[in-house]
């Protein structure tokens, strides 16, 4: 009854937050023609409905992270459609729709993780073959296959894939071997081995944005291993691994190329027309949309480059006010945060959970504090928020990964019972 | 189960570390905004409000009034071009600033305004009554330390920007009121009061030296007066209403006058005294920065001189008002407001009566703020009552209606081809506390007379 | 500019009423696992441990799920996993052994009644019961 009755208050609660930023739209935005503002909000509204009513069909048991999915989807699609005065995404409206459906394969996929487990050899495999695409199709200097109607990124997919790979090895935990005096666990060396490679190749891509999204993910999973019952790291490994890392910074800096090192050390606003072009013009169009915004679609920012990517943080803070781009920053920090209100019940979801926070916390942080100048700008997609659909599918993957986590797949207890007073008996005779 | 709380600990610890990142993140943004929208476009500053609501810059919109209106305080108002850097606006340009970061860009209706307390009229009736040639005049009330007229020419109105400004005669882009100038007899309040000083009102009254047009000094230099005749015998009071430069030699020679008691006066009044050695002249230049006067933020020139020997030429010159001594209208100004007052210490002038933000809240208003002591109170009402004889022996008819104590000034530029006038002075009235300061350059050239402007822009004040 | 601010008023709201919504769904999926696990627990005499998770360590160490303080028991001794109700239990490399029922074994899955030996130590294994 009471899950009822929460069912509907979130369905009435998400859709007047959509109704009354396309109010906002109505009495503030830049629109030529009300059919544009009509149009999106019939789009928004109808999609919102179609997901309440097919949602109780998932047979899920949460439904609260769907929910703040929802929510964060459709306002993002009224952030788009605004920018440089309104209009209908298209484009945006249909990855929407793809983040959905990609949310719903990342629940079926991950929620057994029995099965999964038994599975790991194709996930290795999935990066390895996202790898050689890669090394085959991109080039060594970009990060894109265009294929003509579209680009994709495929570095990622290999975000989500990661997270499962390194979730999938955590109970091998207890199988270690000893070699050469050392206990080896073979799945942490194949973790360890495909993060280095993964980082090598987006080194050799220049997809440096990427780097520490796949670096915290590896250090979540690294942090779990600590964690986990047994894994017994010694202070000897520790110091090991801390050295090796710290070895592979220094190196990292001192081999960084000249630009790199530039973005490090840069002052933007001595030369805002060079260097720092697009951070001067996000900061300056934030400071004028001050916490209120200047109304959607009356920005300035959207003639900057990617004003729908990696400054969207800054192009909403200007049309929306600061004060509404941080609640919708705090939305995603929510989503992402849903497994501390409701725990996952098994290591495997934890480390599938805690993995999925690190790539959206890093992701976050680099799009944002890049932007804003406080680390160097990197072209890193603000998850759900920025228009592109690589990002977008990737990010309902592991969404979905949260949902499976609340949500675990357990078969019906009821068949069990008779098995087990049949074994029960078995015993006894014995 | 403790494992789950573990991992859920990571979680935790990721997202803790970015939300305090979106905290820094956000004071960072509500604190540099100002910066930030100076880079603006849409950017446009406050307005510059005279004592009498009279606009004299508005950043919004050009000042819809006649050509050469803002021409008597185009360089001190200055602009935000970026021209002239030793202006009020520019100097004080974030307070100008029509933005917060809660309310956003108000052009139109923003409050952000600077009220000064200068009287924009009598400005101008000053700026008149030079006739066109250069120079400035500057004028306070050294009771409060209003600043209310400091006027220079050649000047500019901002508004016509600055095309040609190759073609600009020198001194156009900066108030020459702040800078400094040879003070020429002006100078001999500062030796008067140096040997108040050090002397006492008894023993400098009861002290009289001989004038025969010239003077053959200790180091066998000769001191010309300006009255070749002579002046004959005279004491301390009549060499000021003459003006008597060997009287002023022979004073500075006077060995009851040591050297180290006259730099360390010139020290306290404010100047930059150099010994004036050569073999450690660099030393010097290192140690000796230039200092300045601040008046919200413009930088005035403080004054400065040389003193070697008492017997030495050009030391004795430093102290008549010629050789190297230079000091800026401004503060020939001010060490009348410490005499005037009657305390020896002199009132600091400013320029912002108080400042306005975008809302129309004040957040600045001016205090009164003196100096340390200069000088003592007894010396103070001596040289006061010198001045003040000579302004009723001399100026009663040039200055008529005021009650002022004067020392005017002759100071000879570009190696003797051009002679300054300058008078400075103040009004002895409660009511009408006012201290100023003119020079007028190369007084030969123009029918414009220097007590006459002071008359005018006194005349305008008190209207 | 009023319609924003009623927008992010909303979203705050919206916030906390999926907040609450978890916090609902979290009660309803501890009592379903405590159903599909059958909703068993572990007791010696004295202690009684509820089994909340798929997977729970027993062991001498202070990181452990259920820490037995018994020189007898090994820091990490074994571990209970559970899958669609079915609980089983494995030998995690301890010196002393796991025994059920006094049979040694390494894997073996538990039925309710059974008596775990862990070293010195004896644990029930049987339905929950209501505590007060």
Avoid at chain 1, 106 to 120: A, D, E, S
Avoid at chain 1, 374 to 403: N, Y
Wanted: net charge neutral.
């Amino acid at each position: 009854m009471s899950g009822a009755l929460s069912y509907l208050l979130s369905c009435i609660f998400v859709v007047a937050v959509h109704g009354s930023m396309l109010l906002n739209v109505y009495s503030n935005g830049n629109y030529s023609s009300i059919n544009d503002v009509i149009g999106l909000s019939a789009a928004v509204i109808l999609l919102d409905a179609v997901y309440f009513i097919i949602m109780p069909f998932f047979k899920h048991r949460t439904y609260a992270v769907d929910f703040m999915l929802l929510l964060i989807l459709n306002m993002s699609m009224i952030f788009q459609s605004c920018f440089g005065g309104v209009h209908f995404d298209t484009k945006h409206f249909i990855t929407i729709i793809a983040a959905l459906v990609s949310c719903r394969i990342g629940y079926m996929l991950c929620r057994n993780h029995r099965w999964i487990q038994t599975k790991k050899k194709f996930i290795w495999a999935g990066i390895g073959i996202l790898l050689v695409v890669i090394l085959l199709f991109t080039g060594s200097r970009s990060m894109w296959i265009d294929l003509g109607f579209m680009s994709i990124q495929p570095s990622e997919f290999i975000k989500p894939l990661l997270v499962l790979a390194c979730a999938t090895s955590i109970a091998e935990q207890q199988n270690r071997k000893k070699v050469w005096g050392f206990n080896v666990v073979y799945d942490n060396l194949i973790i360890f081995g495909i993060t280095a490679v993964v980082i090598l190749f987006q080194w050799w891509c220049r997809d440096l944005g990427s780097i520490p999204t796949f670096a915290a993910i590896y250090a979540s999973c690294f942090f779990m291993r600590i964690c986990y019952p047994k894994a017994k790291f010694s202070k000897k490994t520790l110091i090991i691994a801390g050295s090796v890392l710290a070895v592979a910074a220094i190196i990292g800096i001192i081999l960084a190329p000249a630009y790199v090192k530039a973005r490090l050390f840069a002052d933007i606003w001595s030369n805002p027309d060079e260097d720092g072009y697009q951070q001067t013009k996000a900061l300056i169009s934030i400071a004028e949309g001050g916490w209120f915004g200047k109304g959607p679609g009356k920005g300035f920012l959207h003639e900057v480059f990617a004003y729908e990517s990696d400054i969207v943080f800054a192009t909403i803070s200007e049309e929306w006010g600061l004060l509404f781009a941080l609640m919708t920053v705090l939305m995603l920090v929510l989503i992402v945060a849903m497994p501390l209100v409701n725990p996952p019940r098994s290591y495997y979801h934890g480390t599938m959970c805690a993995g999925v926070c690190a790539a959206f916390t890093m992701q976050m942080a680099l799009n944002i504090f890049g932007s804003c100048n406080m680390i160097p700008f990197t072209g890193v997609t603000l998850p759900f928020i920025s228009a592109g659909g690589s990002s977008m599918v990737t990010s309902g993957l592991m969404i979905g990964m949260i949902i499976a986590a609340q949500s675990p797949v357990f078969a019906n207890p009821t068949n069990k019972k008779n098995k087990k007073k049949h074994k029960q008996q078995k015993r006894r005779t014995v | 189960m403790k494992s789950i709380k573990r991992c859920q600990l990571v979680m935790t610890l990721f997202l803790l570390g970015f939300l305090a990142g979106l905290g820094v993140l956000t004071a960072r943004i509500y604190k540099d905004a100002p910066f930030y929208i100076t880079h603006s476009d849409n950017y446009r500053l406050g307005r510059v409000y005279d004592r009498n609501k009279d606009v004299l810059f508005d950043g919004t919109k050009k000042i819809d009034k006649p050509d050469n209106y803002l021409i008597d305080v185009g360089n001190l108002i200055g602009d935000d071009k970026g021209q002239m850097e030793n202006t009020l606006v520019a100097q004080n340009i974030d307070k100008l600033s029509n933005y917060s970061f809660n309310s956003g860009i108000e052009n139109k209706n923003g409050k952000a305004a600077i009220y000064t307390t200068l009287d924009h009229t009598a400005n101008r009736a000053a700026y008149d009554a030079f006739m066109g040639a250069d120079g400035c005049i500057a004028a306070y009330n050294y009771k409060t330390g209003e600043l209310l007229v400091c006027t220079s020419l050649p000047n500019i109105d901002p508004r016509h920007g600055y095309g040609g400004i190759e073609n600009m005669k020198s001194g156009t882009l900066m108030s020459k009121a702040m800078y400094g100038t040879v003070p020429g007899s002006t100078q001999k309040v500062s030796t008067v009061i140096t040997a108040m000083e050090i002397l006492g009102q008894d023993e400098l009254f009861a002290k009289s030296y001989s004038c025969g047009g010239y003077y053959m000094n200790g180091t066998g230099g000769k001191i010309d007066c300006h009255n070749s005749w002579g002046h004959g015998t005279q004491n301390i009071q009549q060499a000021v209403e003459n003006s008597c430069n060997p009287f002023f030699a022979q004073l500075v020679e006077d060995g009851d006058m040591p050297l180290e008691s006259i730099v360390e006066i010139y020290t306290r009044l404010g100047y930059n005294v150099s010994s004036g050695e050569t073999d450690n002249e660099e030393e010097n230049d290192e140690e000796k920065e230039q200092e300045y006067i601040d008046i919200d933020g413009i930088q005035c020139f403080k004054a400065s001189t040389t003193l070697t020997d008492t017997a030495d030429f050009a030391t004795q010159w430093g102290c008549i008002g010629q050789g190297e001594t230079l000091a800026s209208p401004i503060q020939l100004m001010m060490w009348q407001s410490a005499i005037a007052n009657g305390t020896g210490k002199m009132t600091m002038p400013y320029l912002i009566e108080k400042v306005t933000d975008v809302e129309g809240n004040v957040t600045e208003t001016a205090k009164t703020e003196y100096s340390e002591q200069l000088f003592s109170k007894e010396t103070a009402a001596s040289v006061k009552q010198i001045l003040l004889t000579n302004g009723a022996n001399h100026y009663q008819y040039s200055i008529p209606g005021y009650k002022v104590a004067i020392k005017s000034g002759t100071a000879q530029v570009k190696h003797g081809a051009e002679e300054n006038a300058l008078l400075v002075g103040f009004v002895d009235d409660k009511n009408f506390p006012i201290a100023f300061c003119v020079v007028l350059e190369n007084k030969y050239s123009t029918p414009a007379v220097a007590e006459n402007i002071v008359t005018t822009m006194l005349n305008s004040l008190s209207r | 500019m009023e319609s924003a601010v009623y927008a992010a008023v909303l979203l705050d709201i919206c916030a906390i009423v999926l907040i609450f919504v978890s916090y609902v769904e979290k009660k309803a999926g501890a009592r379903r696992w405590s159903k599909t696990s059958d909703d068993m627990e572990l007791t010696d005499e004295i202690h009684v441990f509820h089994l909340e998770c798929d997977e729970i360590l027993i062991g001498r160490h202070a990181s452990a799920d259920i820490r037995i303080q018994d020189m007898s028991v090994s820091r990490y001794h074994a571990m209970l996993n559970v899958t669609d109700g079915k609980w089983m239990i494995t030998d995690i490399g301890s010196k002393s052994g796991v025994f059920v029922n006094g049979e040694p074994v390494r894997h073996v899955r538990l039925y309710e009644g059974d008596v775990i030996t862990l070293g010195n130590r004896n644990l029930i294994f049987r339905k929950r019961r209501v505590h007060k």
